[in-house]
């Protein structure tokens, strides 16, 4: 049991995206999960593959790692603080074509957490789960 709460402690920040995950996951309803039956199909499977490989090299460099202190010494660095201000003004695009395909505030706010917290890993799932629905806006 030590052991298991140690790794916890350790790893709470992928716990926490684990439980986001198998919340998105489980509350997920419309399209297929992995597959499309839409115009260009093969852009879900990308979301997919993509979405697998930052998260396995996210894993990866967090283990060599801690993201905290890695923050911390960079925090000085102006240039540092300018591309994670980039970053989140980036990620309001995201949050607003949730707005627009889900037609909902509240749905927007759900997802607000995830994206400010995981960045780019929530704004992938999101993009892999409601791929044709998004496309579908694009493509008549």
């Known amino acids: 049991m030590n052991n298991l709460t140690r790794i916890v402690k350790r790893n709470w920040l992928w716990c926490l995206y684990l439980l986001f995950v198998t919340t998105a996951l489980a509350t997920h309803s419309g399209e297929a999960v992995f597959?499309?039956?839409g115009p260009y199909a093969a852009g879900k499977i990308f979301c997919?593959?993509?979405l697998a490989g930052f998260l396995v090299y996210s894993l990866q460099i967090s283990h060599k790692e801690n993201f905290f202190h890695s923050l911390r010494r960079m925090n000085p660095i102006l240039w540092s603080r300018q591309i994670g201000l980039d970053l989140y003004i980036g990620l309001m695009l995201p949050l607003f074509l949730i707005f627009l395909n889900e037609g909902s505030v509240v749905v927007m706010l759900i997802w607000f957490l995830?994206?400010?917290v995981f960045?780019?890993?929530a704004t992938l799932l999101y993009f892999a789960l409601n791929y044709d629905s998004i496309v579908a806006h694009f493509i008549t």
Do not use: M
């Open 35 to 37: 597959t499309s039956s």
């Open 48 to 50: 997919w593959l993509l």
């Open 114 to 116: 995830p994206i400010f």
């Open 119 to 121: 960045a780019n890993l």
